[in-house]
């Protein structure tokens, strides 16, 4: 009797910690579209882990980082969150297969004022004017 629940146990564990991640996903997506984002891609999650040595003990800490793709005027541009946290950045601009950083870009915007970023003389990651389409939406 005690084989069959320790296996049952585990998969309803595992089952309970999925919707956790689907859901602060779920949540980043939902916000995009709050802002005025529309196509919008599938989200991921980044994990990663730090150790931090402080005296003779390490201490361990994890951060999960969600992802989305989001396709504005033929540009594909990667919105980063950290879960938990309020706010989002544009992380990446994705263009012939390279993700070059756009550092310095500002947090939060929305649709809008994205556009009028792309517009702008502001300075841009490289690969930029291969992919920014003006009259697209």
């Not at 859901?23 to 984002?37: H, I, M, N, R, Y």
């Not at 800490?61 to 793709?69: D, G, L």
């Not at 870009?105 to 930029?128: H, I, T």
Request: a positive charge.
């Amino acid at each position: 009797m005690k084989r069959r629940i320790l296996p049952a146990l585990l998969v309803l564990g595992c089952a309970a910690a999925l919707p956790a991640c689907t859901s602060s996903e779920d949540k980043f997506v939902a916000e995009l579209k709050a802002a005025g984002f529309t196509n919008i891609g599938e989200p991921s999650t980044e994990k990663s882990k730090k150790s931090k040595k402080v005296g003779k003990r390490t201490i361990k800490s994890s951060e999960s980082t969600i992802e989305v793709i989001v396709r504005v005027k033929g540009c594909d541009l990667e919105f980063a969150k950290t879960s938990g946290q309020s706010g989002y950045w544009l992380d990446e601009l994705h263009v012939n297969g390279q993700e070059p950083d756009w550092p310095g870009y500002p947090e939060n915007l929305n649709r809008d004022q994205v556009v009028k970023l792309l517009a702008d003389s502001s300075a841009k990651p490289n690969g930029f004017s291969s992919c920014y389409q003006p009259n697209e939406s």
